[in-house]
T-cell receptor
Framework: DAKTTQPTSMDCAEGRAANLPCNHS???????VYWYRQIHSQGPQYIIH???NNETNEMASLIITEDRKSSTLILPHATLRDTAVYYCIVRLGLVSSGDKLTFGTGTRLAVRP | EAGVTQFPSHSVIEKGQTVTLRCDPI?????LYWYRRVMGKEIKFLLH????????ESGMPNNRFLAERTGGTYSTLKVQPAELEDSGVYFC?????????????FGAGSRLTVL
C-alpha cells in the first residue's frame, strides 16, 4: 500500500471548516484513499473514502487532486467533538488484499472554542 | 444494527497471567481483524480472519498470542503468559467480504494493563 504523509497537528476554530491535507504521491491506479479518525479512548471511526472523484457524505467531503497524488478531508463546520487524530490511509481495493489498514501517525486536530 | 462489541473493556493482570479478549463482529461480516495500540505508538495490525480461517497473521508479535474464530462468528485473542510490553488497547474490526472498497467498523477496544 502507498505511504501517506500528513501534518502532525492542526487546529481550527469551532464552526469553521477544517481542511486536513494528505500526500500520497506513490498511489497506484487501483488504490483507494480512506479517512478514519480516532477520538480519544474510542475505536477508529470511518469517515469517508474515494478512488478518483470527490466524495461527500454526512460527515465530510473528500477532495482528490486530478493526479491523485494528494487529497484533502474537509469537515465543513467543525465542532469540539471533532477533536481527534485523523488518519489518511491508502489501500488496494482487492478482495485478496483484504481490508487491512496501515495506520500512520495521523494529524491531531484540535478544535478550539 | 449492533456494532462491533469487545469484552472486557479493561483488564488489569499481573505479568505471567493469562488474558482472553473477545470480539463480536457485526452479524454477516466475514472479515474480522485485530489491531492494537501500545502507549505512544501507532495502531498496528495483528491479524485477519476470513470466516474461521486466518488470512493474514503477519502482525502477531510472538507465539504468546493466540487468536481463534471458531465457527466464523466471534473471535478471541489470548495472551499467555502476558508480559509488560503487551499493555495497550486491542481493537477488533469487521467488514463485509466484497469486491472493491470496504469499510472497517471498529469496536471500542479492550484496554489491557499488565503489571
Amino acid at each position: 500500500d502507498a505511504k501517506t504523509t500528513q501534518p502532525t497537528s492542526m487546529d481550527c476554530a469551532e464552526g469553521r471548516a477544517a481542511n486536513l491535507p494528505c500526500n500520497h504521491s506513490t498511489i497506484s491506479g487501483n488504490e483507494y484513499v480512506y479517512w478514519y479518525r480516532q477520538i480519544h479512548s474510542q475505536g477508529p471511526q470511518y469517515i469517508i473514502h474515494g478512488l478518483k472523484n470527490n466524495e461527500t457524505n454526512e460527515m465530510a467531503s473528500l477532495i482528490i487532486t486530478e493526479d491523485r497524488k494528494s487529497s484533502t478531508l474537509i469537515l465543513p463546520h467543525a465542532t469540539l467533538r471533532d477533536t481527534a487524530v485523523y488518519y489518511c490511509i491508502v489501500r488496494l481495493g482487492l478482495v485478496s488484499s483484504g481490508d487491512k489498514l496501515t495506520f500512520g501517525t495521523g494529524t491531531r486536530l484540535a478544535v478550539r472554542p | 444494527e449492533a456494532g462491533v462489541t469487545q469484552f472486557p473493556s479493561h483488564s488489569v493482570i499481573e505479568k505471567g497471567q493469562t488474558v482472553t479478549l473477545r470480539c463480536d463482529p457485526i452479524s454477516g461480516h466475514d472479515n474480522l481483524y485485530w489491531y492494537r495500540r501500545v502507549m505512544g505508538k501507532e495502531i498496528k495490525f495483528l491479524l485477519h480472519f476470513v470466516k474461521e480461517s486466518k488470512q493474514d497473521e503477519s502482525g502477531m508479535p510472538n507465539n504468546r498470542f493466540l487468536a481463534e474464530r471458531t465457527g466464523g462468528t466471534y473471535s478471541t485473542l489470548k495472551v499467555q503468559p502476558a508480559e509488560l510490553e503487551d499493555s495497550g488497547v486491542y481493537f477488533c474490526a469487521s467488514s463485509l467480504r466484497e469486491w472493491g472498497a470496504n469499510v472497517l467498523t471498529f469496536g471500542a477496544g479492550s484496554r489491557l494493563t499488565v503489571l
